[in-house]
């Protein structure tokens, strides 16, 4: 069985060549799968049914179940729960800014890193999302709402880096010509800093941003919040990140969660400052979203407004994330949760 949807056009083409059929129509599959969004082989229906047929038996194409969806009043920010084949629950979310529509993609279901602030992380991993999966999310919310989506933001649950083949053929199958077509300089991936896949990812010549969770300027404040950086020096990380910007010219947005009592004094700022000093760089600012399972506390608006400017005295470039959807529960994995805990009592 071919799980189609993961499949790149040549190795569609190629598929369809060894069974005798004609080169072109490679080509309208791969649209109907990525331009048009298909669920079904049987809405293909420039094939003819015989084709249809045989794709039916030979093929695996993978589907979404939409489980819920949560849509804010207050700015059209929509979460979804989607469900995986297998039963497991994913969340993607899709966001209306004034650049164009965004949509959050998970790239596993739950996480290993072991973040303390992050929902994501609490059951550790599930497993890994396929390209298909990865794609899905964008696919099922361009279909549920009809508007096109020009960027896509690799931050849901999971570390993209921890399933680098799938998110790399995803990247590719989601930019492609000839299906979506979306441009590769709206895609951002976030990862907590496994040094080996950001050289690695240096190296493909995708011109992607790459968002590096910072959360802390010294290798103690982040081992405090993210056990990856006992394994991953701050210093071999930023290494990593300067090669990224030199290799692919594209600017690096460092995250940095804010958490009360934590990471967020003056001096907390002014040492960010110094370390990022000279680099070509953005800081996002992220209040946390304090998780029940935690008793981490987050900052006020006027706080991390104040640990921005500071940022800024320094000449360091910084912005506070728009919080989204405020008014529909459920932040960073929070959603998945509490559905699945539901659903078991
Ligand atoms: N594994 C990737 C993607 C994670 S989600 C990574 O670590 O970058 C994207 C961002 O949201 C990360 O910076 C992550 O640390 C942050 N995040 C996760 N849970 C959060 C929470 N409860 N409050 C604030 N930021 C959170």
């Known amino acids: 069985m071919k799980e189609i949807r993961s499949m790149t056009l040549p190795e569609l083409t190629r598929t369809l060549e060894e069974d005798g059929e004609k080169k072109f129509r490679a080509k309208q599959i791969f649209a109907w799968l990525h331009a048009r969004q298909a669920e079904s082989f049987d809405e293909m229906s420039d094939l003819s049914l015989a084709l249809r047929g045989k794709l039916k038996e030979h093929c695996e194409l993978v589907t979404?179940?939409?489980a819920q969806v949560f849509v804010s009043a207050l700015d059209g920010t929509r979460k979804y729960l989607f469900r995986l084949p297998d039963g497991h629950l994913i969340e993607s979310v899709f966001m209306k800014y004034r650049h164009g529509n965004s949509v959050c993609v998970s790239s596993q279901a739950g996480c290993r890193m072991g973040c303390r602030f992050c929902a994501s992380t609490l059951d550790g991993l599930a497993r890994s999302l396929l390209p298909s999966e990865m794609l899905e999310q964008v696919y099922r919310i361009v279909r549920d709402t009809g508007e096109k989506i020009s960027n896509v933001v690799i931050m849901g649950s999971g570390e993209p880096m921890d399933n680098y083949?799938?998110?790399?053929?995803?990247?590719?199958?989601?930019?492609?010509?000839?299906?979506?077509?979306?441009?590769?300089?709206?895609?951002?991936?976030?990862?907590?800093?496994?040094?080996p896949g950001i050289r690695k990812l240096s190296e493909e010549g995708l011109p992607v941003t790459l968002a590096?969770?910072?959360?802390?300027?010294?290798?103690?404040e982040r081992k405090q919040l993210m056990p990856v950086a006992r394994k991953y020096p701050l210093q071999e990380v930023l290494a990593a990140c300067d090669e990224y910007f030199e290799k692919t010219g594209r600017?690096?947005?460092?995250?940095?969660?804010?958490?009360?009592?934590?990471?967020?004094?003056?001096?907390?700022?002014?040492?960010?400052?110094?370390?990022?000093?000279?680099?070509?760089?953005?800081?996002?600012l992220i209040p946390v979203n304090p998780i029940k399972e935690r008793s981490y506390r987050s900052i006020s608006r006027a706080e991390a407004a104040k640990f921005q400017l500071t940022l800024e005295k320094y000449g360091i470039n910084a912005t506070i994330r728009r919080e989204m959807g405020r008014d529909i529960q459920g932040a960073c994995g929070q959603l998945r949760r509490d559905y699945a805990g539901a659903s078991l009592s």
């Open 64 to 66: 979404l179940e939409q």
């Open 251 to 284: 600017r690096i947005s460092y995250e940095y969660s804010l958490v009360k009592g934590v990471n967020d004094s003056e001096d907390h700022a002014r040492r960010l400052a110094a370390l990022l000093k000279g680099k070509n760089c953005h800081v996002n």
């Open 165 to 195: 083949e799938h998110v790399l053929r995803f990247i590719r199958l989601l930019t492609d010509e000839n299906g979506y077509h979306m441009s590769q300089r709206n895609i951002t991936l976030s990862t907590c800093g496994i040094v």
């Open 212 to 220: 590096l969770s910072l959360h802390g300027s010294s290798d103690e």
